[in-house]
Every structure is written in structure tokens, then in C-alpha cells.
């Protein structure tokens, strides 16, 4: 048994199930995945990406269903959604949700693994390229006149490290083996032997940090991996690249050691302060603009991808709308992070 569900009814002066959504990109890849929810009697109700509560409150009474982006979703959330019954995450991570809360509350949390595992590990591939061969700095001289060209390596040459071996760190192990060099790997969740087996060679933390010229970032964001100290153990000149979340980075450490020299470059899909108010980073301060590389979380921002999220979230709301128990609930387990 699942718990109390809201059926949806084809009838037109029958109510129908809420199902609020949250992700500012659902159902606008090739599947119209808005479609195939309303096409069953829901009201699919589009609300604000950011999960302001005052703004989500009124449309939060009579929500049955959460599809839900990277927003948080705390206890507060829970408390003013009496009839919430599943929360869909748009993607894997669930490190937004408050999991104990919804647990009290009696709400599934599902996710969808895989779906954007190729997109991210693309993404993370194109910034690290883009940081270590100096291409947007290359670009802005160009524009004003400025031909001087800054001699860098080959990724071949390298020792690239990986933070998190769930399936978009493998994913991007198993595009680095095609340039060759050396690839770390660190995952408390993950055996020596699942990292040797995709190519990974095991280490811990601080030594992936004196060993790697280049460290990508893929756990999830439950705590700060790169903090002061673990900055002073890098590498002279390492890049460091994040795809996965803002809150693994202490920004205002990392500010200093772009200045300081002691990191070269910093490329990321998100930073601490987003939906419009990114200007209070420290990484945005005008003379880090050539040590810094940032996308506005747009990595998982395929057509593929968010069809691939759309589909697994929209099976999750269309499971519980029938009573059922819907594919990839989320278990509060450690390993579920590995996962990212």
C-alpha cells in the first residue's frame, strides 16, 4: 500500500488531481510529456523554479503531485501540501528535499537515474576542454584585437581526478579514456574494485587533490569537499571543474586561490547564488573574469535529457495516480548518493 491517492477522472466537471511543477524545462524537449498527464485528467499547474513558499503556498493546498526541479523543498513545503503524495524529482540528486520530512508526512520521493547521465558528463567534458585551452579568454581576445596566444597541455599529458563515481562520474571516466593520461577517482560509496573496473584508479581525497592537475566534481551536495585546507594540498596550478553543486565549493576559499595562483581556472554549472541573483559570488568578481567559467546550470539541458526526465517523472505521478507504487522511489540509504 502506497497511502491515501487522488484519482484522476476523464470527466470535465469532475475534480481533477493538482500536479504542480516546479522544473523550468519540463515537456519542452521532443515528448510532450504535459500532454500525456493531462491527457489522463490532470491539471498540470506550472509554479516558480526557485520554491518561494509564499509564492507555491496557494497551488501547494490542492497538489497531489510534485514535479520538482533543483529548488529546495523543506518540512515548511511539506506542511502546507495536506494532500502531496508523491514528489517527482526532475533529475537525481535529491539532496533538496528534505527526505525525514517527507517520510513524516507520508510522501514518496522518486527521481530519475540515468536520465541526464550522458548530457552532464558532455557538459563537464566541453568545460573542461574550455578551461584548460583557455577558449573563452582566447574568444574575448580575439574580439578586442588581441592575438596573443597562451600555451596549454594536451589532456593526454594530464592526471585528471574524479569526485564522486556514481554514473556521470563514470560517464566522464569513460570519455577521458579516450584521450588517454591518467584518471583518480574518489567515492567513499564505491569499491576499489568498481573503480578499477572502470578504468578509475582509487585514492583518497587529499591525495587526489596533490596528484591532479585537473579534478571534476561529481557527489553530491551534502557537504564542502573543496575548502581552504583541501585547497593548500592541490596541485600548483590545478583546474577545477563542477557540474554537480554549488555547496561542494567554499567560493570565498576558492576566490583567493584563483588570485593567489594556486588554482588556474574554475568552470562551473552553478554557483551558490542563482535564479537571477549569481552577482553576490565571489567567483564573479570582475578580476577573476579569466580564471572563471560558468553556465547557467544548463548541463543536463538536452533534448534527450529532458525528454529522459520528463518521461521518468511523469511515470512516477502517473503510477501514484493509479494507486500503484511508482518506479525509482528513493530509500534513505548513504549509496543513494553515489549515485549522482
Given at each position: 500500500?502506497?497511502?491515501?491517492?487522488?484519482?484522476?477522472?476523464?470527466?470535465?466537471?469532475?475534480?481533477?488531481?493538482?500536479?504542480?511543477?516546479?522544473?523550468?524545462?519540463?515537456?519542452?524537449?521532443?515528448?510532450?510529456?504535459?500532454?500525456?498527464?493531462?491527457?489522463?485528467?490532470?491539471?498540470?499547474?506550472?509554479?516558480?523554479?526557485?520554491?518561494?513558499?509564499?509564492?507555491?503556498?496557494?497551488?501547494?493546498?490542492?497538489?497531489?503531485?510534485?514535479?520538482?526541479?533543483?529548488?529546495?523543498?523543506?518540512?515548511?513545503?511539506?506542511?502546507?501540501?495536506?494532500?502531496?503524495?508523491?514528489?517527482?524529482?526532475?533529475?537525481?540528486?535529491?539532496?533538496?528535499?528534505?527526505?525525514?520530512?517527507?517520510?513524516?508526512?507520508?510522501?514518496?520521493?522518486?527521481?530519475?537515474?540515468?536520465?541526464?547521465?550522458?548530457?552532464?558528463?558532455?557538459?563537464?567534458?566541453?568545460?573542461?576542454?574550455?578551461?584548460?585551452?583557455?577558449?573563452?579568454?582566447?574568444?574575448?581576445?580575439?574580439?578586442?584585437?588581441?592575438?596573443?596566444?597562451?600555451?596549454?597541455?594536451?589532456?593526454?599529458?594530464?592526471?585528471?581526478?574524479?569526485?564522486?563515481?556514481?554514473?556521470?562520474?563514470?560517464?566522464?571516466?569513460?570519455?577521458?579514456?579516450?584521450?588517454?593520461?591518467?584518471?583518480?577517482?574518489?567515492?567513499?560509496?564505491?569499491?576499489?574494485?568498481?573503480?578499477?573496473?572502470?578504468?578509475?584508479?582509487?585514492?583518497?581525497?587529499?591525495?587526489?587533490?596533490?596528484?591532479?592537475?585537473?579534478?571534476?566534481?561529481?557527489?553530491?551536495?551534502?557537504?564542502?569537499?573543496?575548502?581552504?585546507?583541501?585547497?593548500?594540498?592541490?596541485?600548483?596550478?590545478?583546474?577545477?571543474?563542477?557540474?554537480?553543486?554549488?555547496?561542494?565549493?567554499?567560493?570565498?576559499?576558492?576566490?583567493?586561490?584563483?588570485?593567489?595562483?594556486?588554482?588556474?581556472?574554475?568552470?562551473?554549472?552553478?554557483?551558490?547564488?542563482?535564479?537571477?541573483?549569481?552577482?553576490?559570488?565571489?567567483?564573479?568578481?570582475?578580476?577573476?573574469?579569466?580564471?572563471?567559467?560558468?553556465?547557467?546550470?544548463?548541463?543536463?539541458?538536452?533534448?534527450?535529457?529532458?525528454?529522459?526526465?520528463?518521461?521518468?517523472?511523469a511515470a512516477a505521478v502517473l503510477a501514484v495516480l493509479r494507486g500503484e507504487t511508482p518506479?525509482?522511489?528513493?530509500?534513505?540509504?548513504?549509496?543513494?548518493?553515489?549515485?549522482?
Amino acid at each position: 500500500m502506497i497511502g491515501k491517492t487522488h484519482k484522476v477522472r476523464d470527466g470535465s466537471d469532475e475534480p481533477k488531481s493538482v500536479v504542480m511543477v516546479t522544473s523550468r524545462s519540463f515537456s519542452t524537449g521532443d515528448v510532450n510529456v504535459r500532454a500525456d498527464l493531462e491527457s489522463v485528467g490532470a491539471n498540470v499547474v506550472t509554479a516558480p523554479s526557485d520554491h518561494n513558499l509564499n509564492a507555491l503556498r496557494p497551488v501547494l493546498a490542492e497538489t497531489v503531485a510534485w514535479i520538482a526541479g533543483t529548488g529546495p523543498i523543506t518540512a515548511e513545503h511539506l506542511a502546507a501540501a495536506p494532500k502531496l503524495r508523491v514528489i517527482a524529482r526532475y533529475g537525481v540528486g535529491v539532496d533538496a528535499v528534505d527526505l525525514e520530512a517527507a517520510a513524516r508526512h507520508q510522501v514518496m520521493v522518486t527521481n530519475t537515474p540515468g536520465a541526464n547521465t550522458g548530457a552532464v558528463a558532455d557538459h563537464t567534458l566541453a568545460l573542461m576542454l574550455a578551461a584548460l585551452r583557455d577558449v573563452t579568454a582566447g574568444d574575448r581576445g580575439v574580439r578586442s584585437g588581441n592575438w596573443q596566444v597562451n600555451r596549454t597541455r594536451e589532456l593526454s599529458s594530464l592526471t585528471i581526478g574524479i569526485v564522486g563515481l556514481g554514473r556521470i562520474g563514470r560517464g566522464v571516466a569513460s570519455r577521458l579514456s579516450g584521450y588517454g593520461g591518467v584518471i583518480l577517482g574518489h567515492d567513499p560509496w564505491v569499491s576499489d574494485a568498481q573503480a578499477r573496473t572502470a578504468g578509475i584508479e582509487p585514492v583518497g581525497l587529499d591525495e587526489l587533490a596533490a596528484r591532479c592537475d585537473i579534478v571534476t566534481l561529481h557527489a553530491p551536495g551534502d557537504q564542502t569537499l573543496v575548502n581552504g585546507p583541501w585547497l593548500a594540498r592541490a596541485r600548483p596550478g590545478l583546474i577545477l571543474v563542477n557540474t554537480a553543486r554549488a555547496n561542494l565549493v567554499d567560493e570565498p576559499a576558492l576566490a583567493q586561490a584563483l588570485r593567489s595562483g594556486a588554482v588556474r581556472k574554475y568552470a562551473a554549472d552553478s554557483l551558490s547564488t542563482e535564479s537571477g541573483h549569481g552577482a553576490g559570488s565571489p567567483l564573479l568578481a570582475a578580476d577573476l573574469i579569466d580564471k572563471t567559467i560558468f553556465t547557467p546550470h544548463s548541463a543536463a539541458q538536452t533534448v534527450q535529457a529532458v525528454d529522459g526526465m520528463g518521461v521518468g517523472a511523469a511515470a512516477a505521478v502517473l503510477a501514484v495516480l493509479r494507486g500503484e507504487t511508482p518506479p525509482n522511489l528513493v530509500v534513505i540509504t548513504p549509496s543513494q548518493g553515489s549515485e549522482l
